[in-house]
Structure formats: C-alpha cells, structure tokens
C-alpha cells in the first residue's frame, strides 16, 4: 500500500539549528533514501518551496479567485513528502521514525495512506 510521509516544517525551529545539524539532516534524508531504495519501498520524494511562495485558487461566488500565499494561521507548513509503497501502516511509520526530522523537536512528519493514483509514473 502506498503511503505519503508528510514532513511538517516551522522555519523557526530550522533557523534555530547550527550548520552542522542541518548538515547531518541532510546526510540523514540521503541515507534515508539509499536504504528504502534498497527495500524497494520508495517511489518518490520532492522538497517544497517555502510557503511565502504559495498561491491558492479559492472559489468566491462561483468565481475562481487566485491569493498569493502564505496561509496557514500556524508557522508550519508543509516542506516535503517521501511518497513509500509498504505492506503496513505500521512500516510507514516505522520509516517516518527513521527520517531525520522525527528526532528535532517542533518538526513533524504526517503518515496518510494514498487512496488513489494516477499518473506518467504510477
């Protein structure tokens, strides 16, 4: 089954870390990623912009209406996703603990199981 592993981001949190915590975030995502390639559980991952950089195409009165972001109430946005195809939802979260981000505090990772998929590569 297909999960999406959603990674949470408060810049205020990342801004607080030194370069060498951010260096070993990314060494960990890299080695992360060899190692659900290895199993054959991984498909897919992309890092999101900022949510500065964000626009939202609402509806007002039947008419769509483009807003330029950000728009959560909250700091958090989301930074990225790792899309994994595991037995179990219990192996997404097991991964999701192994990210880097899951041992910062104020940083999460969102587990959702992916209901349908369409698409070039799917």
């Not at 991952?45 to 769509?64: E, H």
């Not at 959560?72 to 991964?95: Q, T």
Request: net charge negative; aromatic share 6%; proline share 4%.
């Amino acid at each position: 089954m297909k999960y999406l592993i959603l990674m949470q981001v408060d810049p205020d949190v990342l801004a607080g870390l030194s370069e060498a915590q951010m260096s070993a975030i990314g060494d960990g995502h890299e080695k992360f990623m060899a190692a659900i390639t290895e199993t054959g559980e991984f498909l897919s991952t992309n890092a999101l912009g900022d949510a500065s950089q964000s626009s939202v195409v609402r509806s007002r009165g039947g008419v769509p209406e483009v807003v330029d972001g950000p728009f959560a109430e909250s700091k958090e946005f989301m930074g990225g996703y790792y899309l994994v195809d595991v037995e179990s939802k219990e192996r997404a979260i097991e991964l999701a603990k192994q990210i880097p981000d899951a041992s910062i505090d104020g940083l999460a990772l969102e587990i959702r199981p992916v209901m349908f998929s369409a698409g070039v590569d799917m």
